[in-house]
T-cell receptor
Framework: NAGVTQTPKFQVLKTGQSMTLQCAQDMNHEYMSWYRQDPGMGLRLIHYSVGAGITDQGEVPNGYNVSRSTTEDFPLRLLSAAPSQTSVYFC?????????????FGDGTRLSIL | DQQVKQNSPSLSVQEGRISILNCDYTNSMFDYFLWYKKYPAEGPTFLIS?????DKNEDGRFTVFLNKSAKHLSLHIVPSQPGDSAVYFCAARSRPRGSTLGRLYFGRGTQLTVWP
């Protein structure tokens, strides 16, 4: 049981490049979400999903796309990387959101945009 | 507009004493409140939660108190240990409602340092 797995752990991009941050969970969790953590800002929600084919925007969605084609995977796409997107990105999941379940987090992807 | 606030960025406590971390919120419709603990280079780990219909929940050394009239919650750690040194995030859940899926709102975190 691997829990929530994020890849890569580190990435350096140039401004304008695109990339996909991967997130996978093996717990058959319905609810998945992406957060970014910046110094002094806590965790801010980017996008989230309550099941395959259902996604919604969070607090800071601009510049990011998501899709949920399977229960297990919830990739986050940066369309055209900007220095303001330098951050640590966390993926989280929980079995259900309608019934309260605390979210499990991955160990993060540290992304630097030059 | 922050709906969950942790006004103390840091707290330093001696080993064996009580640590009290505070959190304030503005949305009276939150139905659950959670505390997460985060070590450097790791993801946040769930610590303890409380339903909005309760005023206290205890799990070993950790107790969360909820004061709904003041829109305030606190996490008590007794006794504090050096391994408790980490960033603690307060979070609150807005329940699914109509077309809104529901989500967690996080505070900015409090760095707890427990010294020997």
């Amino acid at each position: 049981n691997a829990g929530v797995t994020q890849t890569p752990k580190f990435q350096v991009l140039k401004t304008g490049q695109s990339m996909t941050l991967q997130c996978a969970q093996d717990m058959n969790h319905e609810y998945m979400s992406w957060y970014r953590q910046d110094p002094g800002m806590g965790l801010r929600l980017i996008h989230y999903s309550v099941g395959a084919g259902i996604t919604d925007q969070g607090e800071v969605p601009n510049g990011y796309n998501v899709s949920r084609s399977t229960t297990e995977d919830f990739p986050l796409r940066l369309l055209s990387a900007a220095p303001s997107q330098t951050s640590v990105y966390f993926c989280a999941s929980s079995y259900s959101f309608s019934r309260f379940q605390p979210q499990h987090f991955g160990d993060g992807t540290r992304l630097s945009i030059l | 507009d922050q709906q969950v606030k942790q006004n103390s960025p840091s707290l330093s406590v001696q080993e064996g004493r009580i640590s009290i971390l505070n959190c304030d919120y503005t949305n009276s419709m939150f139905d659950y409140f959670l505390w997460y603990k985060k070590y450097p280079a790791e993801g946040p780990t769930f610590l303890i939660s409380i339903s909005s219909i309760k005023d206290k929940n205890e799990d070993g050394r950790f107790t969360v108190f909820l004061n709904k009239s003041a829109k305030h919650l606190s996490l008590h750690i007794v006794p504090s240990q050096p391994g408790d040194s980490a960033v603690y995030f307060c979070a609150a859940r807005s329940r699914p409602r109509g077309s809104t899926l529901g989500r967690l709102y996080f505070g900015r975190g409090t760095q707890l340092t427990v010294w020997p």
